[in-house]
């Protein structure tokens, strides 16, 4: 058997020194007081954040128009959440690179339709009122391309929209019933009554609040507040926390693609930066196996200064 | 039984092998190799710690479960600590991680004791993380929505919906801690099997 | 919101954050205090003395 080269950044000489004292479990000890001491003394100072999460019932509360307009796209399918393809529904394209798309492949596990689950079923589980459910029934006996042109004529008139005596006014009179439908779906918002209902779609337990938190972020007011407190995706703002608090700072990398062309043109952007991630992570776990990168700490020398007793007594 | 019959159980075996790879000398040592001194050293140890007190402080949450500490100044107050031992954790991982980086500390038979540290990190960051999307406040409401999209576009979305408090929770305080804790386990076990690795040769005058 | 037991914070970190731009990257102060502390106790552990391992010869 011949015996292998020496290869300094895989194979370690063997040690022939001597050994000292050492205690361990002291040391865990000690580390695990000062933990304990320095936690208990960061949280008495400083707290920790805790803003209170918001609701349709504040969010319709705070800015009824942007609610009603949200509550307008997502009847009339146009909102981000409607056109958002994988897992939801099929009517956006998956973010891909090249023939890898992973999100087309996986499909449709969540199904969402913005149009009967955030609109159209809330407001039929109402006590019925004699306008609301004339306008409900207009809604769903018409054919999907009249539903279309109201939608339409909506859109062109979204940005005049206005809210006024528990009403949603509209200068047209193009759009069927939306106008009537916007103005029902807002009542129940600002009382609250539609935060219940787009939960209880599960049933009487609930755990899961996917809906009402893909409702609320597809309006502009929720973003608007995180923006605020710079969270947003072009703000670094996987790494913020609310207030003046330390966040998610191992996050910076992750956070940084989104700051950089191509990632944060793309509309596959968040798949390039995970997959960037990905081989980034694999080489930072595989580091020992790959030539080069596993030389730089021996060229870095910074262990000189680590085991500086150690060469000094070889010296 | 024989004595033999006895060397061959699988029982036997197993202990065996174990005492062989890790006798308690080699488990709890009493001694270091000289050169195990610096400060850099105690950062591994540290991260241990605050895995601990996070660990402590999320079982306590748990006690009262996720309304508690929106409500009561205690609640909150705990709230706190495990917010700050996960800062204090990160913090001490990643001085841990620079240091057996600049040691090249996966040498000598020593790449899987880097392999699994490298994979608690991610484990961590990942527990980090949903932790973030099960406080049940604005923020948790913000980051979950935005964190969608990213994890969306990998096909993960489908099965690990971040919008899911309940899925979310789930994983934070029970799958998570539980790949931690082996992980790191694993990962301190590796270490004592193998001893702590030794200094690169300076191969200047003095050869032995 | 945490008062009563007195147990509420000493120093009110709940303002809006400051934040540190230049160029592309822009940071909050508080993440930017704790990296700075990072690499100061990396800095530190490397070049603080070692307690007791004075004058000890390594030959046997
Ligand atoms: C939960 C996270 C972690 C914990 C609790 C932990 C704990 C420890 C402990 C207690 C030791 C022995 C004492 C010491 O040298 O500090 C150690 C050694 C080591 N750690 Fe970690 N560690 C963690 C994460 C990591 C990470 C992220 C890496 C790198 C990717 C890493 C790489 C290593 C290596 C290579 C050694 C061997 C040191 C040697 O032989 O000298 N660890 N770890």
Redesign the pocket.
């Known amino acids: 058997m011949t015996k292998k080269a020496f290869r300094p950044d895989v194979d370690a000489p063997e040690y022939k020194g001597a050994y000292v004292p050492y205690d361990i479990i002291k040391e865990g000890a000690i580390a695990v007081l000062v933990v304990l001491i320095l936690t208990a003394a960061l949280a008495l100072v400083f707290s920790s954040p805790d803003e209170k999460a918001i609701t349709i019932k504040t969010w319709s509360n705070a800015d009824t128009v942007d609610f009603a307009q949200t509550a307008g796209d997502e009847l009339t399918g146009t909102s981000a959440v409607a056109g958002y393809g994988a897992p939801y529904n099929n009517n956006g394209t998956a973010q891909h690179w090249g023939f890898l798309a992973p999100e087309h492949w996986v499909g449709v596990h969540i199904p969402i339709n913005t149009t009967n689950d955030f609109v159209i079923n809330p407001l039929s589980d109402q006590p019925a009122q004699p306008r609301l459910t004339a306008a409900l029934n207009e809604w769903k006996s018409a054919s999907s391309a009249t539903q279309s042109a109201w939608g339409a004529a909506y859109a062109k008139v979204e940005a005049k929209l206005t809210y006024s005596n528990g009403q949603v006014h509209l200068p047209t009179t193009a759009a069927g019933p939306i106008p009537v439908l916007l103005s029902y779906e807002t009542q129940m918002a600002r009382s609250g009554a539609l935060d219940q209902a787009l939960i209880a779609q599960n049933g009487f337990y609930t755990t899961n609040y996917t809906k009402p938190l893909l409702f609320i972020s597809d309006g502009t007011y929720f973003a608007g507040l995180a923006s605020k407190q710079h969270l947003a995706g072009d703000q670094w703002g996987m790494m913020n926390e609310t207030g003046q608090y330390p966040g998610q700072a191992w996050l910076w990398l992750y956070t940084f693609w989104y700051q950089i062309s191509p990632y944060n043109t793309s509309a596959s952007g968040d798949f390039l930066v995970w997959g960037t991630m990905m081989i980034l992570t694999a080489l930072?776990?595989l580091?020992p196996f790959i030539p080069g990168l596993r030389s730089v700490p021996r060229r870095l020398k910074i262990y000189r200064i680590i085991w500086r007793e150690h060469y000094a007594r070889q010296a | 039984m024989s004595n033999a019959q006895i060397e061959r159980q699988w029982t036997s075996r197993l202990r065996h092998r174990v005492v062989e790879k890790l006798p308690p000398e080699k488990l709890l040592p009493d001694t270091q190799p000289a050169y195990v001194a610096s400060w850099?050293?105690?950062?591994?140890?540290t991260?241990?710690a605050a895995?601990g007190i996070v660990i402590l402080t999320g079982t306590i949450l748990a006690l009262d479960g996720p309304q508690w500490w929106h409500s009561s100044s205690l609640g909150h107050f705990i709230n706190s600590m495990h917010l700050w031992s996960v800062e204090i954790?990160f913090f001490a991982?990643v001085v841990?991680?620079w240091?057996?980086?600049s040691?090249a500390?996966?040498r000598g038979g020593?790449s899987m004791?880097?392999?699994?540290?490298?994979v608690?990190?991610l484990a961590?960051i990942l527990a980090g993380f949903t932790g973030y999307v099960s406080q049940t406040n604005f923020d948790s409401q913000w980051i979950s929505t935005q964190a969608k999209d990213g994890i969306n576009a990998t096909g993960g979305g489908a099965f690990f919906n971040v919008l899911n408090l309940g899925q979310m929770l789930m994983w934070h305080i029970v799958l998570l801690p539980l790949a931690?804790v082996v992980?790191?386990g694993l990962?301190?076990i590796?270490?004592r099997v193998?001893?702590?690795?030794p200094p690169f040769e300076e191969t200047t005058e003095v050869s032995a | 919101m945490a008062q009563g037991w007195g147990l509420g914070a000493l120093f009110n970190l709940d303002h809006y954050g400051h934040y540190i731009q230049w160029h592309v990257i822009q940071i909050s102060v508080a993440n930017l205090v704790v990296i700075i502390l990072m690499v100061a106790t990396f800095i530190a552990a490397l070049f603080a003395p070692f307690p007791g391992r004075r004058n000890r010869k390594g030959s046997k």
């Open positions: 930072l776990v580091l | 850099i050293y105690v950062f591994g140890v991260t241990m895995l954790f991982m841990h991680l240091g057996k980086f040691m500390a996966w020593r004791t880097w392999v699994t540290g490298g608690t990190f961590s931690a992980l790191t990962h301190v590796m270490v193998k001893g702590v690795v």
